[in-house]
């Protein structure tokens, strides 16, 4: 008989730097170039970008205001480029990572008591 077996994706484990926000949350901040500068109030992040390129002889000039307003607890996370902004996946810390293993660990062992079939048994 086959064992069943459970996998999971490999978590990316790469810190990168961020701020967890609420209704105190206050910044300036602008990227290395200055091309970009930012401000974080009442849970709104306000991005200007003023920047100019070339690209061979065409002449590339964007000025832009982006406000965006997020909820309390977002975690805002820093791209050089671009200053703070908001992931697209969930982000979360080590130690919060590592309770949820534990939880999914202790979900998926069960034991001779268990009647939801979570344990891995033969087929």
Do not use: H
């Not at 309390?72 to 982000?91: A, R």
């Amino acid at each position: 008989m086959e064992k069943v077996e459970y996998y999971t994706l490999r978590p990316n484990l790469k810190q990168i730097y961020g701020k967890k926000v609420d209704a105190k949350t206050q910044f300036t901040e602008k990227t290395e170039d200055g091309t970009v500068t930012q401000e974080f109030k009442n849970l709104t992040l306000t991005t200007n970008i003023k920047r100019k390129d070339k690209m061979g002889k065409i002449e590339i000039e964007e000025e832009s205001k982006i406000s965006v307003k997020v909820p309390e607890g977002t975690i805002l996370i820093w791209n050089e480029n671009e200053g703070f902004i908001v992931p697209q996946y969930q982000m979360c810390t080590l130690e919060e990572l590592e309770q949820e293993i534990k939880d999914i660990k202790d979900i998926y062992k069960g034991d001779e008591n268990d009647t939801k079939g979570n344990e891995t048994k033969d087929i």
